[in-house]
Antibody
């Protein structure tokens, strides 16, 4: 079982870039077989899939966010990251990182989530 | 995007009750449907994948059924630890999409 932990600023100003990191333990971001994913949940709302990474050259993003999102990986630190640019209050949410088992398309392991508030 | 619609959005139940949650997809997703349990402040937990396969370690009181556009999650005898919000998710085509959630409360 892979363990994941999100980290990053809890407060971001409007128009700035939200940056979060997910640290993976109990597994390697370099190992095949998994996508490394980000999902968010605005307060009082459901879950929204942001995107995923398989390798640095293989990413998929939600079209609704694609122009603002970058997911990248740092294999030396066993981490993957999310950058969301030009944020607004609508981007205020709990952000989760998760591992997706490639063969099944299931989000089997999740971090506990981190709240990011967009406010001046 | 494929829209996922759950019903009801919330329900009240007692320990020992049988509970059924419905999820409908806006187009056929064959059996590419997963169910998650989410408690406040915790990581979501995968319960069922491929519409009806129980994830390892999940109690057998949970079951899933359906194919095409209509799916159900059932809890045969509700336990106190089952009070949570439940989400369906399609993994037929990206972007993955979730239902809006069903909150199961006392």
């Amino acid at each position: 079982q892979v363990r994941l932990q999100e980290s990053g600023p809890g407060l971001v100003k409007p128009s700035q870039t939200l940056s979060l990191t997910c640290t993976v333990s109990g597994g390697s971001v370099s190992s095949g077989g998994y996508y490394w994913s980000w999902i968010r949940q605005p307060a009082g709302k459901g879950l929204e899939w942001i995107g995923r990474l398989y390798t640095s050259e293989n990413t998929n993003y939600n079209p609704s966010l694609k122009s603002r999102v970058t997911i990248s990986v740092d294999t030396s630190r066993n981490q993957f990251s999310l950058k969301l640019s030009s944020v607004t209050a609508a981007d205020t949410a709990v952000y989760f990182c998760a591992s997706e088992l490639k063969l099944r398309g299931t989000l089997g392991d999740w971090g506990q989530g981190t709240l990011v508030t967009v406010s001046s | 995007d494929i829209q996922m619609t759950q019903s009801p959005s919330s329900l009240s139940a007692f320990v020992g009750d049988r509970v059924t949650i419905t999820c409908r997809a806006s187009q056929s997703i064959t059996s590419y449907l997963n169910w998650y349990q989410h408690k406040p402040g915790k990581a979501p937990n995968l319960l069922i994948y491929a519409a009806s396969t129980l994830q390892s370690g999940v109690p057998s009181r949970f079951s899933g059924s359906g194919s095409g556009t209509d799916f159900t999650l059932s809890i045969s005898s509700l336990q106190s630890e089952d009070f949570a919000t439940y989400y369906c998710q399609q993994n037929y085509i990206t972007p993955w999409t979730f239902g809006q959630g069903t909150k199961v409360e006392i």
